[in-house]
């Protein structure tokens, strides 16, 4: 494995396999896999799960990975190409890339969305920059538009549980948040939920639609594992009978880039805040699952975060167990 | 053990039994002992010394750690339960508390005290509800009221140096300092010098009384050891005979969480900055014990910590060999 | 080994041995070596592939590092020596670095020049006293004036790159910087280049002379090792017929300390932008080195950077390979 960028570059058999491999590996450690090996992981932008499930995962292996992030006491990093550095970044991204990953036997990178034009966001040009200028195994800890060890985390997670794939139920809600946040993670999940073969159903207030390119990828998914996309404003009718309301934030795609446009229409939307009453519709046993971290009394309620639905922490151990799964076969292969 | 919290904890068999085993992994190492197991370490406060040796500790013992601290490039921690979380703050400890103990074997946190409400922090009620919020082994790296690290370690550099147990005068000193710093190592010292069963003073200005319950536990563990706990405010007659010299800055206890009468107080106090001359009617060999960090010529002076009395750096390296023994008994058992 | 300061207190055959075993540790792992042993690292100034590859070498020989510097969540490091510390640093350097040295089998140094005294720089006083604090195998990561990671690093990748000792030419020539950067690296490389024998011409602009010690040093060991130093303004003579040319950004000596009339003479050396045409003169397979991060566009073009001269993500790993020869020798001997 080269690259893990997307889990729509993997066969439904591919991802049991890894998943497969990560039961193993967390139920019977192999201390000395990775002896020796070395992880590079260079954060754009913050972190606390992915930074330290990531270390975690290589210790647990035998190896270890070092962490770069702005905040640290490095040169400020420039991204934007051509430019004439008499700035405040003294490093560019060209030099700083391909340096970090010459160290490491293979290197994740997390760059969020610029949130200026969705359609370069869309295409996640600046991770695929990223990918031009190494020529080592790498992975996608956070693009502008995918979260691929998030959806593997969570696929494994709803394994757990019992939800069923075929004729599960799962609906991805929008939740309440005073800022605009990325869509990476619905982006990710969405095609997860559709790849695993569950009826999924977008769940959102209007101006939240999620990208035709987006959905019409989902919907190719959903075809071709026997599960089915559509998407709804109508919270009663979204959720009833849901096994699972995955909860997130996103901003406005219609006013994509526009901080004004999208305050004025979210500004009325501090209602979606997921709460006891919205499961009323669902399936008993229905969960609550969210990719952290989560804002109370905002997002998601305190009652429900701390109630039996909540599967947060299980959710958030998973990107560990996952990923151990991830670098373990790019770095040992099979 | 699944909690290092308290050396209160302990009988005076277990602590010896740990002090010996510090010993021998000190002088024996066993770099494969701990392999593929990981030590999470969450900061809510500054730290050097237990951030440092926390991280050597695990490395020679073959594991390693990691650390999440404010200033890393995380999303702002929020600490306060119930709050609808609109601010700055996007986790909740509720959630990171536990993910990040989800990918340890152990956890280790460090979270200063509040001081606002000196019930509160003599309750460690932010520790109890880390505490009650993950349910692996769990090591307090300084709490509100305790710092069982630096009571062990010290324990063991009088051990070293050969500062008799039963019989032995330790003075703790008040020193000053241009702030008002929490109780927790005045309190843990306090008890451990007790435990060891020495004749201790608590050397202070009035208005800087330590609280009567860490008086009261202090007292009850020299009577169960055969020492003796007595405060005073003179410092000719506190120092007499003294074995060790243990400086300290704290705050008042008078007006605690009252931070312009703790400043109103604490400016009369510039010469309790302890110098050769404190020390004439001490011992010949008496040393000066600090937990550092000490402002110099400030709370203690230069010629002090750079003459023959200081072992401060003894105690600052017997931090990571005491807590090589609390990580191997936590993580291997005996 | 007990000190990695300075390229010039090794014979080329003590250099030619330790890149021997620096390519024999990156072809042929040993994740075993440095089990159970820990490199304390300090930063008292920003790093990005130091911190990086100190990491990544102690990982990949079974060892490990932890790093601290300033931006973290430690407490503030005072340096000056005999000041009463009532001020926002609480903890100086006397303490931290035996403290943090105590942790480490091995500690790494960085502390970038004061530029207040030319002569306190050249004599790298600063680091001389870390020096005096503690009694560990130390190793300079960069100080007032040496940095003999990156002179290895580069050497060896002159070695790779069939760069003639004997008769090869190398030009280190001073490029534009909006600020005054140290001596550092142009100290280390001119020695560098010297004691490989080459012939060596130092191109900078009127004002950027490097220090007298310094050339004298460097010109001291041309002659013992066949190889020759001069310095020119002209940039036509000085490329013709070069092998390298390596750029660096560095203060002006005639106003060394005083910012204004540093920035007075800097203001008109814009066109000091290593581009294409600077090569005309030069060697068709001349290359481009620099110790990165390089401004582009500022100090060197873009076409450079992006064009087949420039080595510098090259020289970048090899500070890595480098480096596990010299913490390998230090910590296991030969």
Redesign the interface.
């Known amino acids: 494995m080269k690259l893990f960028n997307d889990l729509a570059d993997f066969s439904v058999e591919e991802i049991d396999d890894l998943l497969t491999l990560a039961r193993r590996l967390d139920e019977h450690?192999?201390?000395?896999a990775l002896?020796?090996?070395?992880l590079?992981l260079l954060?754009l932008?913050?972190?606390?799960?992915t930074?330290?499930?990531f270390?975690?995962a290589m210790?647990?292996?035998?190896?270890?990975a070092?962490v770069?992030?702005?905040?640290?006491?490095?040169?400020g990093l420039?991204t934007r190409p051509?430019?004439?550095?008499?700035g405040a970044a003294?490093?560019?991204i060209?030099?700083?890339v391909?340096?970090?990953a010459?160290?490491?036997d293979a290197i994740g990178i997390r760059a969020f969305a610029q949130r200026q034009r969705l359609e370069d966001d869309l295409a996640d040009s600046e991770f695929q920059t990223f990918r031009s200028l190494i020529d080592k195994p790498m992975i996608n800890m956070e693009s502008a538009i995918n979260h691929p060890c998030q959806a593997l985390a969570d696929w494994k997670t709803m394994d757990e549980l019992g939800v069923p794939r075929q004729g599960g139920k799962f609906v991805l809600s929008w939740a309440y948040h005073?800022k605009a946040l990325p869509l990476a993670v619905p982006s990710a999940v969405v095609h997860m939920a559709c790849q695993r073969g569950m009826d999924v159903t977008v769940l959102r207030p209007e101006g939240f639609e999620l990208p035709t390119p987006i959905m019409d990828k989902a919907r190719a998914a959903a075809e071709a594992n026997g599960g089915s996309l559509q998407e709804s404003a109508d919270r009663h009718e979204a959720i009833e009978g849901a096994h699972v309301v995955y909860a997130k934030e996103w901003s406005s795609t219609r006013h994509y880039g526009d901080r004004l446009g999208d305050e004025k229409l979210r500004r009325e939307l501090v209602d979606w805040c997921i709460d006891d009453p919205w499961f009323q519709p669902a399936r008993e046993d229905c969960r609550l699952m969210h990719c952290?971290?989560?804002?109370?009394?905002?997002a998601v309620s305190?009652r429900v975060?701390?109630g039996p639905r909540s599967v947060?922490?299980q959710e958030?151990?998973n990107r560990?167990v996952a990923q151990m799964a991830v670098v373990y076969r790019m770095l040992r292969g099979s």
């Open positions: 450690p192999e201390p000395q002896a020796g090996r070395v590079a954060f932008n913050p972190s606390l799960r930074m330290s499930s270390q975690a210790i647990r292996l035998g190896g270890s070092f770069i992030s702005p905040e640290m006491s490095i040169h420039e051509g430019i004439v550095m008499d003294a490093e560019h060209r030099e700083a391909p340096v970090i010459s160290y490491g005073p952290l971290p989560v804002r109370r009394g905002v305190d975060l701390d947060v922490i958030a151990r560990m």
